[in-house]
């Protein structure tokens, strides 16, 4: 009786372990869309691909502009599971007012609940513009899990981006030119004139492959503007809200994780900027992507994502 009770134990023992090991990447994900909910609302997600990899979790640019435009990436979800999510405010997310919910804590907050829900044990992150910024300070405060970060086309330096900025504007024709100034001497952020500049200055830095595909047009046309303005301004080179003071400079060497800074060769984002980030992160590489701007998946997508495929594969092997 004594024996047969220490083979149970035995036998219970290694099943435990078994099933430790076989959990460390965490539960199956199942393609398909769902919702999470999360103070202030709910978040919509969509898990793509039914590849058995490790996990991508993609943070999209704004803060307020949706997924829609990372649509590309998708095609990476023959390896591995693909998750695109909405952060509060725009796209298939619930829309907000409240101010107090438009912060860096609460969308922290965020992209830990969408990994508890889940169950995302080990993860690879990648952040595009505004989302390199909620990346950096997620994976510095978050670093379980996280298997290599992924900053695409990044912003972290506000101060850096807004010289980098008017070096870019004084690449545009003079009338384009004395227009911004003009309408932001006088805040006519909403001046035909003004709009009209920035799609001058966006097609050139941003997207630059015309016209604009779909994705690009769902994200803009769902964007939660109210968020936009609140937190970055009235354009992606006027820089008024919550984020101007934001720099993360000074703990790029706390990273001690592998990481790819990715940024286009017209990005707004600005190539040398983007070469002085990486000098700052240990070990990290750099990948300029042809032909590109703000957006390298939408521009450039093939070498986007071979360059993405690439480095995951990679860190999958240690």
Not at 116 to 126: T, V
Not at 221 to 229: D, K, P
Request: glycine share 8%; with cysteine.
């Amino acid at each position: 009786m004594k024996k047969l009770s220490l083979l149970s134990a035995l036998a219970v023992t290694i099943a435990m372990l078994f099933t430790s090991c076989n959990n460390n990447t965490g539960k199956k994900l199942t393609p398909g869309q769902g919702y999470i909910h999360v103070k202030g609302g709910r978040i919509w997600y969509n898990i793509v691909g039914t590849g058995n990899k490790t996990p991508l979790l993609l943070l999209h640019g704004g803060p307020g502009v949706p997924s829609y435009y990372l649509n590309p990436i998708a095609e990476l979800g023959k390896d591995r599971p693909v998750i695109f999510f909405d952060q509060l405010g725009c796209g298939r997310s619930d829309r907000i007012t409240d101010t107090t919910l438009m912060t860096m804590d609460n969308y922290m907050d965020e992209v830990k609940a969408l990994r508890d829900s889940l169950g995302l044990k080990e993860y690879f992150l990648y952040g595009q513009s505004w989302g390199t910024m909620l990346g950096t300070d997620f994976t510095l405060a978050h670093p379980e899990g996280i298997k290599a970060l992924i900053l695409s086309s990044s912003a972290l330096s506000i101060a850096k981006w807004m010289e980098d900025a008017q070096k870019q504007i004084a690449t545009l024709p003079d009338s384009i030119q004395q227009i911004i100034k003009v309408n932001e001497a006088n805040k006519t952020y909403d001046s035909p004139d003004y709009q009209r500049a920035m799609k001058v200055y966006y097609e050139k830095y941003v997207a630059r492959k015309v016209p604009w595909s779909a994705d690009i047009d769902s994200a803009f046309s769902q964007e939660g503007a109210n968020v936009y303005l609140y937190m970055e301004g009235p354009s992606e080179f006027t820089i008024t809200g919550t984020i101007k003071t934001y720099d993360r400079t000074p703990d790029l060497g706390k990273l001690k994780l592998p990481v790819l800074y990715i940024v286009g060769d017209y990005d707004e984002a600005n190539p040398e900027t983007t070469k002085y980030y990486q000098s700052l992160t240990p070990g990290a590489k750099l990948a300029i992507i042809k032909n590109a701007g703000h957006l390298t998946m939408q521009d450039n997508p093939e070498q986007h994502n071979q360059v993405l495929a690439a480095f995951l594969d990679s860190c999958e092997k240690h």
